[in-house]
């Protein structure tokens, strides 16, 4: 199994900037796709943010497009997500996620296509 860790939430202000990051365990395949999720406060649904795979291909959902970055580091050990222009419908819980060998790698597969979650990390974006 694949444990994940997060960390770099926080609070800010609208217009600021996060990083977040999500140690990865050796993944069992080179073969991967990562991906940041968020759930926002109770009543909605969480939602792909951004997912990136092993070949560097990435997707964004609309509403963070041109604001926020996904990046990997040491082969899919390490993943982040550079948060810029913070609003606050950003708020929520922020999750990574991780799935080898995936049948499709990007935001509109859902959290149906990963099986390795991370515990989350919150994110607060005050007006």
């Known amino acids: 199994q694949v444990h994940l860790a997060e960390s770099g939430g926080g609070s800010v202000q609208a217009g600021g900037s996060l990083k977040l990051s999500c140690v990865v365990s050796?993944?069992?395949?080179?073969?991967?796709?990562l991906g940041w999720f968020r759930q926002p406060p109770p009543g909605k649904d969480r939602e792909a943010v951004a997912t990136i795979d092993s070949d560097g291909y990435i997707t964004y959902v609309d509403s963070v497009q041109g604001r926020f970055a996904v990046s990997q580091d040491n082969g899919g050990r390490i993943l982040y997500l550079q948060m810029n222009d913070l609003k606050p419908e950003d708020t929520g819980r922020y999750y990574c996620a991780a799935e080898s060998l995936p049948h499709s790698c990007r935001v509109s597969a859902g959290t149906a296509a990963f099986g390795d979650w991370g515990q989350g990390t919150q994110v607060t974006v005050s007006s």
């Open positions: 050796e993944l069992p395949h080179s073969t991967y796709c």
